[in-house]
């Protein structure tokens, strides 16, 4: 079936400190990836998505790549502030619209000054 | 974007009770939503399909007398947890799909705790 493995955390940073969060992936057909951040008591919300091989998703500064090669969908980010703790989720979806989805199961990350 | 909202964000009950859940679209139709749960330290895991007007397809191990789903209208579905125990405590979250099946919007989840 589909799966989604991502690094276990926590993963402590200082802020500016440059951030990578690894995701890979194993499905059927051609999946859209995405990467979902959870804020302390509030809710997922959709951080970036890729639809296709090679694409970039980004937002806010995140940055990640669908690699069909090594299918992975890492999270990358240059600058990593305090603002940015928060639990962060690798999913897959091979529906349309990304409506049914698997997660990983989350890496928290805790940006220090 | 879509807003999905869900009620209540947190709620206790005893054991042996039963909660509802309830998740809306403020500003579009969902003919389908998703139901997840998610343990502490754990990923969210789809327990059902809700589909208006149609019986809920649930996913494999999820109890369909226990977590009872109803999605009466267009913009409303409901997740009740019956006959509660301590072990169903967990964040529960839905999701809707957006027009065009874009993307899936998130409620803001609900923390049971059964005590």
């Known amino acids: 079936g589909d799966s989604v493995t991502q690094m276990e955390g926590p993963v402590t940073l200082s802020e500016e400190a440059f951030l990578t969060i690894n995701c890979t992936y194993t499905a059927t057909g051609y999946p859209s990836l995405f990467w979902y951040v959870q804020y302390p008591g509030e809710g997922l919300q959709l951080l970036l998505k890729?639809?296709?091989?090679?694409d970039k998703g980004s937002n806010k500064g995140f940055e990640a790549t669908y690699r069909k090669e090594t299918t992975s969908f890492h999270l990358e980010k240059g600058s990593v502030q305090v603002s940015d703790s928060a639990v962060y989720f690798c999913?897959?979806?091979?529906?349309?619209?990304?409506?049914?989805?698997?997660f990983g199961t989350g890496t928290q990350l805790k940006v220090e000054l | 974007g879509a807003v999905v909202s869900q009620h209540p964000s947190w709620v206790i009950c005893k054991s042996g009770t039963s909660v509802k859940i309830e998740c809306r679209s403020l500003?579009?139709?969902?003919?389908?939503m998703f139901w997840y749960r998610q343990f502490p330290k754990q990923s969210l895991m789809l327990m059902a399909t809700?589909?208006?007007?149609?019986?809920?397809?649930?996913e494999q191990g999820v109890e369909k007398d226990k977590f009872l789903i109803n999605h009466a209208s267009l913009t409303l579905s409901t997740l009740t947890v019956t006959s509660a125990h301590p072990e169903d405590s967990s964040f529960y979250i839905c999701?809707?799909?957006?027009?065009?099946?874009?993307?899936?919007?998130f409620g803001q989840g609900t923390r049971l705790t059964v005590v």
């Open positions: 890729a639809t296709k091989a090679d």
């Open positions: 999913a897959l979806s091979v529906t349309r619209g990304g409506n049914k989805l698997t």
């Open positions: 999701s809707a799909p957006g027009t065009g099946f874009t993307e899936a919007f």
């Open positions: 500003d579009f139709q969902a003919t389908t």
């Open positions: 809700s589909n208006e007007g149609s019986k809920a397809t649930y």
